[in-house]
DNA sequence: CGTTGGACCGGAAACGTTTCCGAAGCGTGG
DNA sequence: CCACGCTTCGGAAACGTTTCCGGTCCAACG
């Protein structure tokens, strides 16, 4: 292993020097072209890679960022999970993954292991998670920069990123009743998940707005449940009993993509063809809505977006403790869009 | 911040005596119980957590490993990530994440990060990669225990787990013989592709067994492409290629799910009804198959389980090379499973 | 000509561990 | 009674950086 006493000895300065020359440290200033070459040269020359164990014990810098997943098979999380390591790979911090399966002992454990390796911000994936009171005050006491994903937060310690739902909930239902749709049958998401009450209010807006009544009786609730297949198949169930009750419906506005899948294999296997029978819209845009047959029309979450804001939010988050100003927590809502496809059609 | 030296003064040993104690080294068998649970004491009422900074420099290790994926997005990766973090869990090492977007110049720049932070191992996993020979050259001469999954491989510096290719694509020939099916439209992988020839000499081989004839013109070939999404539409490209040469095929053979959902896709639009009309099998299992309308037949791979058997190949590479015993790459190849759900029937 | 300040560089401390080596104490067998 | 081996512990040297603090030159300025 060729350390930077090595390079000094070669490049006949001192170590000091090679250090401020090879990273390029504010005194670097003060060194002549000609001695930087001269270092350039000698380090190139043995093949020198600081030791980044030294370097951090020094420094008391990772440049590593913690990011923690509730539900890595959720299809909501890989295309944030692409935006967060391309915004971290642009900005030189690599991302220590971390899949908490939905269970509490296992946050708290890799909570430690992550505060354990110094990482420098940490970014949390809350979908879908029932999230726990108190370990929100485990992230809170940790002091360091982060950001929390799909998941609205009231606290000034740790920021959010949210999709907005209640516009997503208007626009779902405003496309449904452009198309003519009058007789509209809802799968609420449940209660206690952050998204599921302000979708609802967008669309109660929504139909207030239109001048469209809300038939009581076609609204299916969806049970707490942990994980997204769960949704599909309880998109399925709802669906089903929905079906059963014979009051008419022309077309089922989904709480998410997952629930609205399973609303379209239920109405399949009733022998409802989707869209001619019955439309269905969904929310998010995972990945397979748009290879789903027939393709889902949805409200999409801008999910590479949101991950590349998070990495953006707490990178400022670290700058701002190197440069020991105060930290101060952003909530963003983004916007999210509508993306016509072929499971939705003008009632004919 | 608390350091060991804190813990020695409270406790009234020295530092030595504490590290001793508290990584229950070997030397910790001289240790009275008194005297440790002192230690323990002290360390437990000052909050001591040990600097890994200064551990890993003293020590060279980083429990870390690097996990290298060439396209996140791709559905093949996420059930192999889940695999890979839960048994490095176990293991108590942690993932970084790196994707390369299938880009030689990011996986050069990922690899270099990667070994500068001195991971203990690599795993890479290779889905849908036209592998360059020279990247390969790079990872040999890392010298750290690798695996490889998704990728057959000669050498013995790197080991690799795969799907026993072949006797998946026998099973999913067999299934729909033994539906009936006699007129079958295959599509096959691009050339480039380590899968696509195994998989199709399976093919032939249980052709040959069950005295089917192939015929030629049902035979539809993907070009190379880069990214799975592609896959679809050349699947559903393909097909529609198929259909209008109006030679009858009762079933679809797809060369992974993707081209079977877009098999799929074209088959409905084309006004063919799957399964009734015209059968659809895959390869894979992805997490979309089980939800699709109808549900995909398919031929699994046990992409958890190669995850976790990695993981337990490079883990026992790291122990190796702790106990300065020679590395040696082991090739696994693991069998497929054929999942029988809604998008076969047996030709009426 | 003395002083000042900027350019250029090096010595050595510090970061917090782990571990090598050796010392002290004590019982025990010869 | 001596030597030996086991238990119990501490001093101090690493591990490889970064950086504080200072030194030496030399030009310029009053």
Chains 1, 2 share one sequence.
């Not at 990273?23 to 030791?51: C, D, F, H, S, V």
């Not at 452009?178 to 979708?199: N, Q």
């Not at 399973?262 to 845009?285: H, M, T, W, Y």
């Not at 999409?300 to 101060?328: C, W, Y």
Request: glycine share 6%.
């Amino acid at each position: 292993m060729v350390t930077i006493r090595d390079v000094a000895k070669e490049s006949g300065f001192s170590s000091t020097t090679v250090s401020i020359v090879l990273n390029n440290a504010p005194l670097a200033r003060y060194i002549p072209a000609a001695t930087k070459k001269k270092i350039e040269r000698a380090a190139q020359k043995l093949g020198y890679r600081p030791n980044q164990f030294a370097r951090s014990l020094r420094s008391k810098r990772s440049h590593t960022v913690g990011v923690m997943v509730f539900d890595m098979t959720d299809p909501f999380c890989t295309l944030i999970l692409r935006g967060i390591e391309n915004t971290l790979y642009q900005a030189s911090y690599l991302p220590i993954l971390t899949d908490v399966h939905n269970e509490g002992s296992r946050f708290e454990r890799y909570l430690e292991m992550l505060l354990d390796r110094r990482i420098e911000a940490l970014i949390v994936i809350a979908n879908w998670v029932f999230l726990d009171i108190n370990l929100l005050g485990d992230l809170e006491k940790s002091s360091i920069p982060t950001a929390m994903i799909g998941c609205e937060l009231k606290t000034d310690s740790i920021s959010s990123i949210i999709v907005d739902n209640e516009v997503g909930g208007h626009l779902a239902l405003e496309h449904l009743h452009s198309l003519g749709h009058r007789k509209i049958a809802f799968i609420r998401g449940p209660k206690a998940l952050t998204d599921s009450s302000p979708r609802w209010r967008g669309i109660r807006n929504c139909a207030k707005q239109c001048d469209l009544e809300l038939d009581p009786r076609l609204i299916a609730d969806m049970p707490e449940s942990r994980d997204p297949l769960a949704s599909f198949e309880l998109g399925y169930k709802l669906t089903e009993d929905l079906l059963r009750q014979k009051r008419p419906f022309t077309a089922v506005l989904a709480f998410d993509d997952m629930s609205a899948f399973g609303a379209i294999r239920a109405l399949n296997k009733a022998g409802v063809r989707v869209p001619e029978q019955c439309s269905v819209i969904g929310f998010d845009d995972v990945s397979t809505s748009a290879i789903y047959s027939p393709s889902l029309t949805t409200v999409r979450q801008p999910m590479e977006a949101m991950g590349t804001s998070a990495v953006g939010i707490v990178v400022d988050g670290i700058n701002a403790v190197l440069e020991k100003r105060e930290i101060t927590a952003t909530h963003r809502k983004v916007a999210p869009e509508l993306v016509v496809r072929e499971s939705t059609r003008s009632v004919s």
